[in-house]
């Protein structure tokens, strides 16, 4: 008995003129976690079905798929030819031994011969006495059985439903450029943009030597890890030292991280416009630290004119936060140790209620401050992704 995995996809976006435009995405999105394994893809109109694939393989084509944003839900399905002695063997082989449950069955081929109601009533005896332990509960049953028979002569059986991502296909909504330090947000900030179809480039900073090589490594499988549900991503590394040091050795101490701040977002502003990238992405969140505060990101914020700039964590709690890094498994490399540039020359007390005024004139005191926002987007380096299935 062949078996298939059937992918639904969610329904309300696909509504209206736009339905092509998501599903081809959506397909070269499925596709492209489809090519580390030997199968086929056929595309139906309201379902995809994954065919021919071995045994062993059944499991990761499952985990990859579910990490497809676009994907409702998932079914591994006997197929079978739509005569009723087949859909019989496969519901019966699906059937809980206790519990409730009800038949759900779907006939999408009109020509067959019973009609739905009558063909769930007949399987539903047939479990029942071949099960005397169940009970039939047509609310909220504990099990479905769903048979869906379809136009091509097969009929599809499924016991489970396997809940995908939901979302949009990333790509639908355009790339944009992630803001990504080796913290516990920004990984989690990229994962929720790209649930809304933003597929993205991912810009870090470093302050080589303050910063370690180590700490780069652990950015590069940062975004490795992303890739699983965000789709290809180009990862940009730009030296920030000359910055800090510009910083450390000209402006007042309390506002060091607002200044660095400040001409992180340039520095993003510039590159986004470079690659074409559309909007950025951090991972603030709303008093979280000192630069987190209204007055210190009305300051950052003031610095980008040309695209907006999204943070889609802003109002979320950091256990909020750290569950969602759970999820998307980048939580354990997120809290490994390691340095990152905003906590080399960390200053004792950073300003929490920093003004645009006083801030400019902070930044008058570095002169050659366009030389070096310059010299940071020039030496801008693109850094190889390691594989992550
Ligand atoms: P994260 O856990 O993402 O590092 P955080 O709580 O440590 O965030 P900050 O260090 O204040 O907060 O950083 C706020 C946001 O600024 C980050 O989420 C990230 O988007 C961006 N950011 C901070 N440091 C860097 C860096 N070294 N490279 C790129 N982006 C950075
Ligand atoms: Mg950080």
């Known amino acids: 008995m062949e078996k298939v995995i059937v992918i639904r996809y969610g ?78 063997k496969c519901v019966l082989s699906e059937a809980p031994a206790t519990g409730s449950f009800r038949m759900n069955v779907n006939r999408g081929d009109k020509r067959y011969p019973i009609t739905s109601v009558a063909l769930a009533a007949k399987l539903g005896d047939a479990v029942l006495s071949a ?28 016991g489970k439903v396997l809940p995908g991502s939901g979302g949009m296909p990333v790509g639908s909504a355009g790339r944009g450029l992630l803001l990504l330090s080796g913290g516990i947000d920004s990984p989690v900030a990229g994962y929720m943009m790209a649930k809304r179809g933003l597929g993205f480039d991912a810009l870090h900073f470093h302050s080589y030597p303050y910063t370690s090589e ?58 986004a416009n470079k690659y074409e990238l559309g909007c950025l992405i951090n991972g603030e969140s709303l008093g979280q630290v000192a630069s987190q505060t209204l007055e210190s990101i009305t300051v950052t914020n003031d610095t980008v004119k040309s695209l907006p700039v ?42 929490t209620k920093p003004t645009l005024k006083r801030v400019e004139e902070e930044e008058l005191k570095i002169e050659d401050y366009e030389q070096l926002l310059d010299e940071a987007v020039d030496n801008l380096e693109m850094l190889k992704l390691g594989q992550v299935e």
């Not at 599903?23 to 139906?44: A, G, M, S």
């Not at 028979?149 to 599809?156: C, D, L, Q, S, T």
Request: net charge positive.
């Open 310 to 351: 999204f943070r889609p964590l802003i109002g979320m709690d950091k256990q909020e936060i750290i569950d969602i890094s759970q999820k998307i498994d980048t939580y354990e490399t997120s809290v490994l140790p390691y340095e990152d540039c905003c906590t080399v020359f960390l200053p004792e007390s950073p300003v």
């Open 214 to 271: 180590r700490a780069k490594e652990k950015v590069i499988k940062l975004a490795s890890i992303m890739q699983r549900y965000c789709g290809k991503i180009r990862l940009y590394c730009v030296p920030v030292t000359k910055i800090q040091e510009a910083i450390h050795a000209k402006c007042t101490d309390s506002y060091m991280i607002t200044i660095l701040r400040r001409f992180m977002m340039r520095i993003a502003e510039r590159v």
């Open 11 to 88: 329904e309300l976006y696909l509504k209206g003129k736009n339905r092509d435009y998501f599903e081809r995405l959506l397909i070269k999105n499925i596709k492209y976690k489809l090519k580390p394994f030997d199968c086929e893809l056929e595309i139906n109109r309201s379902r995809y079905l994954v065919k021919n694939f071995s045994a062993q393989s059944e499991s990761k084509i499952l985990t990859a798929l579910s990490a497809v944003f676009g994907i409702h839900s998932l079914s591994v399905a006997c197929c079978i030819p739509n005569v009723y002695e087949s859909i019989l």
């Open 131 to 158: 099960n005397p332990h169940l009970t039939v509960d047509l609310h909220e049953p504990q099990n479905i059985i769903w048979v869906d028979v379809r136009e091509n002569g097969m009929a599809y059986v499924y």
